[in-house]
């Protein structure tokens, strides 16, 4: 097709000298070579599309999962933050009753231990007092006896 133009476009052989096209810069435009360009962007361009349509696809479903995976985050927080509020409900309840009767508590069982020690003292006086005035010793006691006075000392 190239040739067909040379032998009908020749402008040395014209009456009318024909200007040619040109762009605003000067270069002398080519159709030929220009339509071809374009037609080959265009190819690009479709290319191009097809990808970021097969992109668009899949951030699609990654924004789907996204979502479910969100929702089901949020669900849990939701969960975590009515256990929080419930842990600390009970929390204050513990501090405002339980807490002042487990300090209670803690004093109790150091009194006891105190009055527990002056009884284990009082006992073993007791026996030694037996012993002195009335002659008891545990290996000499009567088989009918039910009097028994062996000092408890737990450890």
Partial sequence: MASLRKEVYKPETDFVKKKKATFADGEPFKFGQTAGGVQG??????IVKEQI??????SETGKQEFAKELSRLQERRKHLTDRVAKCRMWSD???KD???MENGYEHLCADIHVLYGAAKEKHAKG???LYKHFDYHPIYKHWDDTFTAVPFKPA
């Fill in 41 to 46: 962007n265009l190819e690009n361009l479709k």
């Fill in 53 to 58: 349509n097969k992109d668009v696809k899949i």
């Fill in 98 to 100: 339980i807490g002042p």
């Fill in 93 to 95: 309840v513990y501090e």
């Fill in 127 to 129: 026996l030694q007092l």
